[in-house]
């Protein structure tokens, strides 16, 4: 399978050695929008492209991707608010995307667990919640895709929580997102349910970030031949 790499920060180079580990190659590698020109013949070639790039290219790397009818697997994070808008023209378009907040097989089978416990916890409402996210100093969104892909599902179950807000709650019905970023913490995230006499927390902690380009690079190779808008759930198998 024939690799570019959009963006080449820690996670583009992890997912370059992990991309090789597998026998397969990296035709290009785009860090800067100028690479997209001088580079063309290459990406041009490549089976799939997989993007870990910036919140503020994302979407005109996707929309240069469906230009040239290559399939995309896109880890990079802070741009839900494109997100339908890039689905509809995937869709409109018959283009190959595959888009997730993370890609750890840990956190999707966490993601699960997440969302069975808030649907529980609906019930109980002397627990409040709250999600605790800590990464890189480097990470530039705030609050991570993940934290945010907590809430959402925690939104969508408990129903005396309407939105999400980040390090501070004005009103009860706030679901409270506490980002931290210190120096060389690939990603924990934390979500507690606290009430007068006890807590419940159930925790996902990454010990590097093998586990991400892995499961970028097992993307890659699942997207090839498919059309459509995809996302861990359809890779894993749960419905």
């Not at 790499?5 to 370059?16: D, Q, T």
Request: net charge positive; aromatic share 8%; hydrophobic share 35%.
């Amino acid at each position: 399978m024939k690799i570019t790499l959009s963006g080449y920060g820690k996670m583009g180079r992890e997912v370059e050695r992990i991309t090789l580990q597998n026998k397969h190659s990296i035709v290009a590698i785009l860090d800067t929008q100028k690479d997209w020109k001088n580079h063309k013949r290459n990406i041009d070639g490549s089976d799939v492209i997989i993007d870990f790039s910036q919140p503020d290219v994302v979407v005109s790397n996707i929309r240069r991707a469906f230009k040239l009818n290559t399939p995309i697997v896109v880890g990079t994070t802070g741009w839900d608010n494109q997100k339908e808008e890039i689905r509809q023209l995937c869709l409109a378009n018959n283009q190959s995307l595959f888009v997730a907040s993370n890609f750890s097989i840990g956190v999707n089978i966490f993601f699960e667990i997440n969302t069975m416990l808030a649907k529980f916890m609906d019930n109980y409402s002397e627990y409040d919640p709250t999600i605790e996210e800590i990464h890189h100093t480097q990470k530039l969104d705030k609050p991570s895709g993940t934290a945010i892909e907590l809430a959402k599902q925690m939104l969508e179950q408990i129903s005396r929580k309407h939105e999400y807000t980040l390090d501070k709650k004005t009103k009860h019905s706030d679901l409270m997102i506490v980002s931290k970023r210190i120096d060389e913490i690939p990603g924990t995230h934390q979500v507690t349910y606290a009430s007068e006499v006890d807590k419940i927390e159930i925790k996902h902690t990454a010990h590097n970030r093998k586990g991400f380009a892995s499961g970028a690079v097992k993307a890659a190779e699942w997207l090839i031949g498919k059309k459509g808008y995809f996302g861990m759930k359809d890779l894993l198998g749960i419905s």
